[in-house]
Structure formats: C-alpha cells, structure tokens
C-alpha cells in the first residue's frame, strides 16, 4: 500500500519550478544548467509523467559549491535551523581578496565543517510521502509494553499508507550502539545516538518510533530538544512495576531479584517518569488495555496535530 501511495505522489507531483525545459526558471538558483536529452529521460521507466519529478534532484546535485576557508565559528550548542543559519545567508561567505570563500564552523570534536544545503528540503520529501516527519519517543521500564506498542502503531499507521520505521533499544543495542552497556553514561550515550538517529528519520519525513527505556529525563528532554516543536512526541508507558515483573517476558526480572544482574532499571537502578509527556497511557493490574487499542490513541493524537497529512 505504501507503494502505491509514494508512487502515486511521485508521479503526480510536478512543479513547474523544477521543469527540465525550462531554463529560466533555473537560471536564478543555478550556476549552470544541465542539459540533458529528452530522450534519456523517455527512456525512464514511467514516461514522461515521472520524468519531471527526477528533476529535483538532480538541481540539487547542482548547488554543491565546494570551496570553504579556516574561518571558524564556535558552535556550541547545535540549533535545529543550523544549516539553514549558515547555508542561506551571504554572511557566511567571506573573503577579502575577492574569492568567494565560506565559513566553516567547529561543532563538538569536528573542526572546519560546513552543513551542505540540498535544494530537496524536509517539505518536498513530506509532500512525497504526504504525512509529516515526527518522533514518536515511547519510555517506560522494560515489560511496560514499548516494543509491542511500537509494532502495533507501526501496524496502524501502515494500514493507513504512512511510513515508519521503529528504533527499538534492544535492537539498535544489536549494532550501532553494541559498544554500550548499562551504566549510566553508556545509557546516555544510546539515548543520544537514538535522539540523532530519529532526528535524521523525522527529518526524511518518516514518522520515526523510538522504543527504549530512557530512563533519565535529562537524556529524553536533550533528544526533545533536537526536534521542531511538537515533533518529539514522549508516550509514557505508566505501567506499574509489579505488572512489568509479572510479565517479564525474558526472565530478567527474575534475574535481577536473584542478584545475577546488576543496576537493573526499577529494581536496583533508577527511573524517572515524564512529568510532562504528551500522552501517558497508563494500565493497572488486571486492567490493560490492548496494544491496538493503545496505539489507536497515539494514531488519533497524530491526526489531531496534522501529522497524517504534508
Ligand atoms: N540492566 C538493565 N536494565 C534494563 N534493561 C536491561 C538491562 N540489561 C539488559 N536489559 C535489556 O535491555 C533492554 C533495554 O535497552 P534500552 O536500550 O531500551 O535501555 S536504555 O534506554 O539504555 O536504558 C531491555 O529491553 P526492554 O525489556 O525491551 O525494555 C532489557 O531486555
Ligand atoms: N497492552 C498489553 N497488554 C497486555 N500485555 C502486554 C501489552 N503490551 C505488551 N504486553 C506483554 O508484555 C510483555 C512485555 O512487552 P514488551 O513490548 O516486550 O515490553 P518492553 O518493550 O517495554 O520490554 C510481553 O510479553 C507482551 O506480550
């Protein structure tokens, strides 16, 4: 189904700003124009209806200007707008020899870099896809029910023709952060590179389920801060303890009661609940509701704010 619908979108999107033919309207934002036969573009499968959507693209491969100077800027903490701060703005090129030269910055370890801007931005790929990039963060101890939520609203939302992807603690701990353990620090780190990583997804339109204990507030609110307003959206698991351990599906509870596993979180490591998130769906002992009914509240709350829709 999803297929049908990005490809539905891609072969009725055509903005006339991005037309092969015509050359003035690429003059103004353009170096140069590339030229290419028509008949390489008839030989698209598809025709000429999905020919002018290849377009963009292409423009974009245009705009990359490769010349940068030392000039650095300090940046300390990375705004949401950084490239387009440093990317849209002729205050960002210097040069007092009559070069055209540009500012480069320095963001944490990385020295003389520059965010390079792509003409295909966040709101083309949404009209594509026709829904909005979002993080939809669930937290909550282990056995509260994340992963099952997050397959569910997966699930849903597939049903309804809109593209996720889930990034579930257990399995993202299978790869990109196998060199984490448990302490502290190392949570913070996976929750971070999880923030990022859901950042880049929100920002390639998708609607992005991050599923992981985060059990400190300090780390989730950091990856809220990542996101444009109202696009990081926290849904606590308010499941209590005494549920999570009667479930406990690995047998770690079990584990970590009989001592053989150390600063597990809620029996001998701390979790902090949300004060503040944007839904809480909470289930008592002998009262939980269904994974797809709980992920229908999430769905319904996406389509409240607009999130089903470019
Ligand atoms: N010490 C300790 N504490 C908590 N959980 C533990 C621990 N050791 C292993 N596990 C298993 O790892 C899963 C949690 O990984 P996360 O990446 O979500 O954790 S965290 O956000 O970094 O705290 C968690 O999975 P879920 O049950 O899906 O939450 C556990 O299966
Ligand atoms: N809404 C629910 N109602 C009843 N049981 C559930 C519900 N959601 C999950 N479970 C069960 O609870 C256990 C833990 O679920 P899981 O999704 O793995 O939690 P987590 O990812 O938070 O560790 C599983 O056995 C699952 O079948």
Redesign the pocket.
């Known amino acids: 189904m999803i297929g049908v619908v990005v490809n539905k979108s891609l072969i009725l999107r055509s903005s006339p700003e991005f037309d092969f033919y015509d050359s003035s309207s690429f003059s103004g934002k353009l170096g140069f124009l590339l030229k290419m036969p028509s008949a390489s573009f008839n030989s698209l499968p598809g025709g000429p209806q999905v020919r002018s959507s290849f377009s963009a693209p292409i423009q974009a491969m245009e705009g990359s200007r490769t010349t940068s100077s030392f000039v650095n800027d300090k940046v300390d903490s990375f705004p949401t707008d950084f490239h387009q701060s440093c990317c849209n703005s002729d205050d960002n090129f210097t040069g007092n020899d009559g070069k055209d030269t540009l500012k480069t910055s320095t963001v944490g370890n990385s020295t003389n870099i520059l965010w390079h801007k792509c003409s295909v931005e966040k709101s083309d790929r949404q009209e594509l896809l026709q829904q909005k990039g979002c993080v939809i963060w669930i937290t909550?101890?282990?056995?509260?029910?994340?992963?099952?939520?997050a397959c569910a609203l997966c699930r849903g939302l597939h049903a309804r023709g809109k593209l996720t992807y889930i990034l579930d603690g257990d399995n993202v701990r299978h790869g990109l952060n196998r060199d984490l353990s448990f302490k502290a620090e190392d949570r913070a780190e996976n929750i971070r590179r999880i923030g990022e990583v859901a950042k880049l997804f929100a920002d390639a339109g998708v609607i992005c389920i991050a599923?992981l204990i985060s059990p400190y507030r300090k780390d989730r609110d950091a990856c809220r801060a990542l996101l444009p307003e109202g696009a990081f959206i926290e849904v606590f698991?308010d499941v209590p303890l005494q549920v999570c351990e009667a479930?406990d599906?690995k047998g770690l509870y079990k584990l970590a009661r009989a001592g053989k596993i150390k600063g597990f979180t809620g029996i001998d490591d701390p979790y902090e609940p949300p004060l503040k998130s944007e839904i809480v769906l909470q289930?008592e002992v002998g009262l939980?509701?269904?994974?797809e009914d709980?992920a229908e509240i999430v769905i319904t709350y996406l389509d409240e704010k607009g999130y089903l829709e470019p």
């Open positions: 909550g101890l282990s056995g509260s029910g994340k992963s099952t939520l599923s698991m479930r599906p289930q939980c509701d269904s994974a709980l």
